[in-house]
Protein backbone atom coordinates (compact mmCIF):
# COMPACT_ATOMS: atom_id res chain seq x y z
CA UNK A 1 0.00 0.00 0.00
CA UNK A 2 1.41 3.16 -0.98
CA UNK A 3 2.09 5.77 1.54
CA UNK A 4 1.48 9.71 1.19
CA UNK A 5 4.06 11.59 2.42
CA UNK A 6 4.49 15.53 3.03
CA UNK A 7 8.45 16.56 1.94
CA UNK A 8 9.33 19.65 3.83
CA UNK A 9 12.33 21.93 2.95
CA UNK A 10 13.46 25.60 3.11
CA UNK A 11 17.19 25.70 2.05
CA UNK A 12 19.36 28.64 2.47
CA UNK A 13 18.05 31.08 0.56
CA UNK A 14 15.18 31.11 3.48
CA UNK A 15 12.80 32.63 0.75
CA UNK A 16 10.08 30.20 1.74
CA UNK A 17 8.82 27.13 2.94
CA UNK A 18 8.13 24.05 0.37
CA UNK A 19 5.61 21.08 0.73
CA UNK A 20 5.70 18.26 -1.72
CA UNK A 21 2.99 15.51 -1.85
CA UNK A 22 4.31 12.01 -2.84
CA UNK A 23 2.92 8.83 -3.36
CA UNK A 24 5.72 6.59 -1.97
CA UNK A 25 5.57 2.52 -2.21
CA UNK A 26 7.99 -0.33 -2.76
CA UNK A 27 7.82 -2.49 -5.64
CA UNK A 28 9.93 -5.23 -6.00
CA UNK A 29 13.41 -3.82 -5.32
CA UNK A 30 12.55 -0.15 -6.41
CA UNK A 31 10.30 2.48 -4.95
CA UNK A 32 7.92 4.07 -7.02
CA UNK A 33 7.17 8.17 -6.32
CA UNK A 34 4.28 9.35 -7.93
CA UNK A 35 4.24 13.36 -7.26
CA UNK A 36 0.86 14.80 -6.28
CA UNK A 37 2.13 18.72 -6.08
CA UNK A 38 3.58 21.36 -4.47
CA UNK A 39 2.84 24.63 -2.25
CA UNK A 40 4.94 26.51 -1.13
CA UNK A 41 4.57 29.98 1.34
CA UNK A 42 6.78 32.89 1.84
CA UNK A 43 7.71 33.04 5.38
CA UNK A 44 5.91 36.33 7.08
CA UNK A 45 8.36 39.53 6.79
CA UNK A 46 8.88 39.49 10.61
CA UNK A 47 10.23 36.07 10.76
CA UNK A 48 12.10 36.07 7.79
CA UNK A 49 14.50 39.14 9.07
CA UNK A 50 14.46 38.06 12.40
CA UNK A 51 16.26 34.78 10.53
CA UNK A 52 18.29 36.82 8.82
CA UNK A 53 19.60 38.75 11.43
CA UNK A 54 20.30 35.17 13.08
CA UNK A 55 22.60 33.74 10.49
CA UNK A 56 26.23 33.96 10.85
CA UNK A 57 28.29 35.55 11.43
CA UNK A 58 26.16 37.37 13.52
CA UNK A 59 25.76 35.87 17.19
CA UNK A 60 22.62 34.54 19.07
CA UNK A 61 21.23 33.71 21.67
CA UNK A 62 19.01 31.05 23.23
CA UNK A 63 16.24 33.19 23.59
CA UNK A 64 16.03 33.95 19.64
CA UNK A 65 16.66 30.52 19.03
CA UNK A 66 13.92 29.14 20.72
CA UNK A 67 11.59 31.95 19.51
CA UNK A 68 13.05 31.01 15.83
CA UNK A 69 12.45 27.17 16.02
CA UNK A 70 8.65 27.73 17.37
CA UNK A 71 8.18 30.04 14.54
CA UNK A 72 9.65 28.41 11.98
CA UNK A 73 7.58 25.20 12.86
CA UNK A 74 4.53 26.98 13.24
CA UNK A 75 5.32 28.20 9.75
CA UNK A 76 6.23 24.52 8.56
CA UNK A 77 3.10 23.48 10.64
CA UNK A 78 0.49 26.26 8.52
CA UNK A 79 1.90 25.16 5.24
CA UNK A 80 2.23 20.95 5.72
CA UNK A 81 -2.03 21.87 6.84
CA UNK A 82 -2.12 23.38 3.12
CA UNK A 83 -0.24 20.68 1.61
CA UNK A 84 -2.73 18.12 3.40
CA UNK A 85 -6.02 19.98 1.99
CA UNK A 86 -4.96 20.76 -1.33
CA UNK A 87 -2.93 17.87 -2.78
CA UNK A 88 -4.04 14.91 -0.39
CA UNK A 89 -7.93 15.37 -0.02
CA UNK A 90 -7.37 15.99 3.38
CA UNK A 91 -5.35 12.23 3.60
CA UNK A 92 -1.76 11.85 4.26
CA UNK A 93 0.52 9.36 6.02
CA UNK A 94 3.41 11.47 7.28
CA UNK A 95 5.52 14.60 7.02
CA UNK A 96 9.12 14.72 7.02
CA UNK A 97 10.33 18.11 7.53
CA UNK A 98 14.02 19.47 7.17
CA UNK A 99 13.45 22.66 8.83
CA UNK A 100 15.38 25.52 8.31
CA UNK A 101 19.52 25.46 8.67
CA UNK A 102 20.58 28.48 10.65
CA UNK A 103 24.22 26.76 11.23
CA UNK A 104 26.13 23.76 9.81
CA UNK A 105 29.36 23.43 11.64
CA UNK A 106 32.71 22.08 9.99
CA UNK A 107 35.75 22.18 11.11
CA UNK A 108 39.37 21.33 9.49
CA UNK A 109 36.94 20.28 6.81
CA UNK A 110 34.81 17.98 8.91
CA UNK A 111 31.47 18.12 10.13
CA UNK A 112 30.88 18.82 13.87
CA UNK A 113 27.53 19.48 14.07
CA UNK A 114 24.42 21.05 12.52
CA UNK A 115 20.91 23.32 13.70
CA UNK A 116 17.84 23.09 11.93
CA UNK A 117 15.01 24.66 13.34
CA UNK A 118 11.20 24.27 12.82
CA UNK A 119 9.90 22.31 15.73
CA UNK A 120 8.34 19.30 14.57
CA UNK A 121 6.06 19.39 17.19
CA UNK A 122 3.52 21.75 16.00
CA UNK A 123 3.87 19.77 12.60
CA UNK A 124 2.54 16.84 14.12
CA UNK A 125 -0.24 18.75 16.43
CA UNK A 126 -1.61 21.11 13.52
CA UNK A 127 -1.93 18.23 11.31
CA UNK A 128 -2.10 14.61 13.64
CA UNK A 129 0.26 13.56 11.53
CA UNK A 130 3.77 11.32 12.49
CA UNK A 131 6.81 13.41 11.67
CA UNK A 132 10.08 12.85 10.92
CA UNK A 133 13.13 15.10 11.41
CA UNK A 134 16.18 16.53 12.39
CA UNK A 135 17.67 14.41 9.33
CA UNK A 136 21.59 15.42 9.48
CA UNK A 137 22.39 14.77 12.80
CA UNK A 138 22.87 11.18 12.83
CA UNK A 139 25.29 11.28 9.70
CA UNK A 140 27.44 13.44 11.74
CA UNK A 141 27.42 11.55 14.33
CA UNK A 142 28.76 8.67 12.27
CA UNK A 143 31.83 10.30 11.14
CA UNK A 144 29.62 12.00 7.92
CA UNK A 145 29.37 15.56 6.51
CA UNK A 146 25.49 15.56 7.22
CA UNK A 147 25.59 17.35 3.88
CA UNK A 148 24.45 16.71 0.88
CA UNK A 149 21.74 14.43 1.62
CA UNK A 150 19.90 14.67 -1.84
CA UNK A 151 22.77 11.56 -3.34
CA UNK A 152 20.63 9.10 -2.61
CA UNK A 153 17.52 10.22 -4.96
CA UNK A 154 20.00 11.06 -7.76
CA UNK A 155 21.88 7.53 -7.43
CA UNK A 156 18.45 5.64 -7.49
CA UNK A 157 17.11 7.72 -9.85
CA UNK A 158 19.76 8.73 -12.39
CA UNK A 159 22.12 6.02 -12.51
CA UNK A 160 20.26 3.88 -15.15
CA UNK A 161 20.76 6.67 -17.30
CA UNK A 162 23.11 6.06 -20.33
CA UNK A 163 26.90 7.43 -20.30
CA UNK A 164 27.91 9.25 -17.38
CA UNK A 165 25.24 11.68 -15.77
CA UNK A 166 25.50 14.28 -13.19
CA UNK A 167 22.89 15.38 -11.25
CA UNK A 168 23.73 19.33 -9.60
CA UNK A 169 21.39 21.41 -7.31
CA UNK A 170 21.44 25.57 -7.10
CA UNK A 171 19.80 26.60 -3.98
CA UNK A 172 21.76 28.62 -1.74
CA UNK A 173 24.58 26.74 -1.96
CA UNK A 174 25.33 24.45 -4.67
CA UNK A 175 25.77 20.66 -5.00
CA UNK A 176 26.52 17.45 -7.41
CA UNK A 177 25.73 13.47 -7.01
CA UNK A 178 28.09 12.48 -9.72
CA UNK A 179 29.87 8.69 -10.25
CA UNK A 180 25.99 7.46 -10.12
CA UNK A 181 26.91 4.22 -11.33
CA UNK A 182 30.01 3.45 -9.76
CA UNK A 183 29.52 1.39 -6.45
CA UNK A 184 31.09 4.98 -4.55
CA UNK A 185 29.03 7.46 -5.91
CA UNK A 186 29.97 11.30 -4.27
CA UNK A 187 27.53 13.89 -3.14
CA UNK A 188 29.35 17.45 -2.53
CA UNK A 189 28.82 21.13 -1.88
CA UNK A 190 30.96 22.54 -4.55
CA UNK A 191 30.32 26.18 -2.83
CA UNK A 192 27.73 29.00 -3.37
CA UNK A 193 24.74 29.39 -5.75
CA UNK A 194 22.88 31.53 -4.85
CA UNK A 195 23.63 32.49 -1.12
CA UNK A 196 26.39 35.22 -2.22
CA UNK A 197 24.37 37.21 -5.01
CA UNK A 198 20.75 37.15 -2.41
CA UNK A 199 23.30 38.49 0.36
CA UNK A 200 24.61 41.42 -1.54
CA UNK A 201 21.04 42.11 -3.58
CA UNK A 202 19.15 42.42 0.11
CA UNK A 203 22.32 44.60 1.70
CA UNK A 204 21.79 46.99 -1.05
CA UNK A 205 18.41 46.84 -2.05
CA UNK A 206 16.10 45.04 0.61
CA UNK A 207 15.15 43.15 -2.40
CA UNK A 208 15.43 38.91 -1.56
CA UNK A 209 16.77 38.28 -5.26
CA UNK A 210 18.10 39.77 -8.42
CA UNK A 211 14.70 39.08 -10.55
CA UNK A 212 15.62 37.05 -13.58
CA UNK A 213 19.27 37.78 -13.01
CA UNK A 214 18.77 41.37 -14.65
CA UNK A 215 20.76 43.23 -12.86
CA UNK A 216 23.95 41.04 -13.28
CA UNK A 217 23.35 40.78 -16.87
CA UNK A 218 23.98 44.52 -16.99
CA UNK A 219 27.35 44.30 -14.98
CA UNK A 220 30.30 43.34 -15.91
CA UNK A 221 32.84 40.89 -14.12
CA UNK A 222 35.61 42.56 -11.74
CA UNK A 223 38.65 40.19 -12.86
CA UNK A 224 40.97 40.96 -9.86
CA UNK A 225 37.79 40.59 -7.25
CA UNK A 226 36.96 36.94 -8.87
CA UNK A 227 40.38 35.83 -8.70
CA UNK A 228 40.23 37.29 -5.05
CA UNK A 229 36.99 35.49 -4.37
CA UNK A 230 38.01 31.91 -7.02
CA UNK A 231 41.31 32.04 -4.02
CA UNK A 232 38.95 30.58 -1.47
CA UNK A 233 40.26 27.48 0.09
CA UNK A 234 37.52 25.51 0.40
CA UNK A 235 36.87 24.85 -3.64
CA UNK A 236 40.17 23.12 -3.81
CA UNK A 237 39.35 20.65 -0.95
CA UNK A 238 38.94 17.25 -2.17
CA UNK A 239 35.20 15.53 -1.13
CA UNK A 240 33.43 14.54 0.80
CA UNK A 241 32.84 17.93 1.56
CA UNK A 242 29.94 20.56 2.84
CA UNK A 243 29.73 23.97 3.33
CA UNK A 244 26.63 26.63 4.09
CA UNK A 245 26.36 30.36 5.61
CA UNK A 246 28.76 30.25 7.57
CA UNK A 247 31.25 30.52 5.42
CA UNK A 248 29.75 31.99 2.01
CA UNK A 249 28.10 35.31 4.10
CA UNK A 250 28.16 39.15 3.48
CA UNK A 251 30.99 39.36 5.33
CA UNK A 252 32.90 36.97 2.61
CA UNK A 253 33.08 40.02 0.46
CA UNK A 254 33.71 42.13 2.76
CA UNK A 255 36.99 44.20 1.35
CA UNK A 256 36.44 42.43 -2.05
CA UNK A 257 33.42 43.75 -4.03
CA UNK A 258 32.22 47.17 -3.12
CA UNK A 259 28.52 47.09 -2.53
CA UNK A 260 26.81 50.08 -3.39
CA UNK A 261 23.58 51.11 -5.86
CA UNK A 262 26.15 52.36 -8.58
CA UNK A 263 28.54 49.39 -8.04
CA UNK A 264 25.74 46.52 -7.48
CA UNK A 265 25.33 45.55 -10.83
CA UNK A 266 29.24 44.88 -11.38
CA UNK A 267 29.36 43.07 -8.00
CA UNK A 268 26.80 40.52 -9.12
CA UNK A 269 28.34 39.97 -12.64
CA UNK A 270 31.31 38.99 -10.42
CA UNK A 271 29.17 36.81 -8.39
CA UNK A 272 27.50 34.97 -11.02
CA UNK A 273 30.68 34.30 -12.85
CA UNK A 274 32.37 32.77 -9.61
CA UNK A 275 29.08 30.24 -9.34
CA UNK A 276 29.33 29.35 -12.38
CA UNK A 277 32.50 29.15 -12.86
CA UNK A 278 33.17 27.05 -9.51
CA UNK A 279 30.18 24.71 -10.27
CA UNK A 280 31.31 24.29 -13.83
CA UNK A 281 35.20 23.10 -12.96
CA UNK A 282 33.88 20.83 -10.40
CA UNK A 283 31.23 19.00 -13.05
CA UNK A 284 34.11 18.82 -15.64
CA UNK A 285 36.15 17.09 -13.39
CA UNK A 286 34.49 14.11 -13.17
CA UNK A 287 34.25 13.66 -17.01
CA UNK A 288 29.86 14.16 -17.21
CA UNK A 289 27.90 13.13 -20.45
CA UNK A 290 24.86 15.17 -19.22
CA UNK A 291 23.97 17.16 -16.14
CA UNK A 292 20.76 17.34 -14.68
CA UNK A 293 19.86 20.48 -12.84
CA UNK A 294 17.38 21.40 -9.96
CA UNK A 295 17.09 24.07 -7.80
CA UNK A 296 15.90 28.39 -7.74
CA UNK A 297 19.37 28.94 -9.27
CA UNK A 298 17.38 27.93 -12.63
CA UNK A 299 15.33 30.78 -12.48
CA UNK A 300 17.81 33.28 -12.76
CA UNK A 301 18.42 33.01 -16.70
CA UNK A 302 22.04 35.11 -16.39
CA UNK A 303 23.06 32.10 -14.08
CA UNK A 304 22.14 29.25 -16.26
CA UNK A 305 23.32 30.85 -19.42
CA UNK A 306 26.34 31.13 -18.05
CA UNK A 307 26.55 27.42 -16.59
CA UNK A 308 25.61 26.18 -19.90
CA UNK A 309 27.98 27.77 -21.97
CA UNK A 310 31.23 26.57 -19.68
CA UNK A 311 29.36 23.02 -19.74
CA UNK A 312 29.45 22.98 -23.51
CA UNK A 313 29.23 20.54 -25.17
CA UNK A 314 27.97 18.93 -22.24
CA UNK A 315 23.64 19.25 -21.94
CA UNK A 316 22.42 20.99 -18.80
CA UNK A 317 18.95 19.69 -18.91
CA UNK A 318 16.20 20.15 -16.28
CA UNK A 319 14.95 17.39 -13.54
CA UNK A 320 11.52 18.49 -15.11
CA UNK A 321 12.53 16.96 -18.42
CA UNK A 322 13.09 13.86 -16.75
CA UNK A 323 9.68 13.76 -15.05
CA UNK A 324 10.84 15.18 -11.34
CA UNK A 325 9.42 18.46 -11.01
CA UNK A 326 12.58 20.44 -10.54
CA UNK A 327 11.63 23.27 -8.10
CA UNK A 328 9.53 20.55 -5.90
CA UNK A 329 13.11 17.95 -5.74
CA UNK A 330 14.35 18.66 -2.31
CA UNK A 331 10.92 18.16 -0.64
CA UNK A 332 10.64 15.33 -2.84
CA UNK A 333 14.18 13.89 -1.16
CA UNK A 334 12.79 14.45 2.19
CA UNK A 335 9.76 12.60 1.61
CA UNK A 336 11.59 9.77 0.42
CA UNK A 337 14.22 10.02 3.56
CA UNK A 338 11.32 10.20 5.75
CA UNK A 339 9.90 7.38 3.80
CA UNK A 340 12.89 5.02 4.23
CA UNK A 341 13.08 5.84 7.91
CA UNK A 342 9.61 5.06 9.22
CA UNK A 343 10.78 1.56 7.45
CA UNK A 344 13.92 1.60 9.24
CA UNK A 345 15.56 1.63 5.89
CA UNK A 346 19.10 3.75 5.47
CA UNK A 347 18.98 7.17 4.05
CA UNK A 348 22.31 7.82 3.17
CA UNK A 349 25.11 7.10 0.92
CA UNK A 350 28.67 6.83 2.83
CA UNK A 351 30.19 7.55 0.22
CA UNK A 352 28.98 10.53 -0.42
CA UNK A 353 29.11 12.05 3.36
CA UNK A 354 32.16 10.36 4.36
CA UNK A 355 30.27 8.78 7.15
CA UNK A 356 31.59 5.60 8.31
CA UNK A 357 28.03 3.63 7.57
CA UNK A 358 24.85 4.35 6.69
CA UNK A 359 22.59 5.36 8.77
CA UNK A 360 18.65 5.47 9.57
CA UNK A 361 18.50 9.38 9.98
CA UNK A 362 16.13 11.73 11.42
CA UNK A 363 13.35 11.56 14.84
CA UNK A 364 10.22 10.87 14.96
CA UNK A 365 7.66 12.85 16.41
CA UNK A 366 4.37 10.68 16.57
CA UNK A 367 0.99 11.96 15.57
CA UNK A 368 -2.31 11.43 16.72
CA UNK A 369 -2.41 7.73 16.13
CA UNK A 370 -0.31 4.98 14.83
CA UNK A 371 1.27 5.15 10.92
CA UNK A 372 -1.11 3.74 8.54
CA UNK A 373 -0.20 0.07 7.76
CA UNK A 374 0.86 -1.14 11.28
CA UNK A 375 -1.56 -2.79 13.56
CA UNK A 376 -3.74 -0.62 15.57
CA UNK A 377 -2.57 -0.60 19.29
CA UNK A 378 -5.15 -0.94 22.18
CA UNK A 379 -4.26 1.36 25.43
CA UNK A 380 -2.49 -0.68 27.85
CA UNK A 381 -4.49 -0.33 31.22
CA UNK A 382 -1.75 -2.54 33.08
CA UNK A 383 1.75 -4.18 32.77
CA UNK A 384 2.91 -7.36 33.51
CA UNK A 385 6.00 -8.72 34.32
CA UNK A 386 7.33 -11.44 33.27
CA UNK A 387 9.78 -13.94 34.79
CA UNK A 388 13.72 -12.21 34.36
CA UNK A 389 16.18 -14.62 32.38
Request: aromatic share 4%; with cysteine.
Amino acid sequence: MPLRVIGMMSGTSFDAVDAAAVELEFEGDAITLRPLGLVSWPYPDALRTALAEALPPRPIGADLICRLDTEIGQSFADVAAQAVEELCDGRADLVASHGQTVYHWVEDGAARGTLQLGQPAWIAERTGLPVVADFRARDIAAGGQGAPLVGLLDVLWLRSRPGNPVALNLGGIANITVDLGTDRPLAYDTGPANALLDAAVREVTGEPYDQDGARAARGRVLPDALDRLLAEPYYRRLPPKSTGKELFHLGHLDGVLPLAEDSLDDALATLTELTARTVAEAILRHGPTEVVASGGGLRNPTLARRLAALLDPVPLRTADELGLPSAAKEAILFALLGFLTVHGLPGTLPSGTGARHASVLGSITPGRGPLRGLPDPVPPRAIRVLPGR
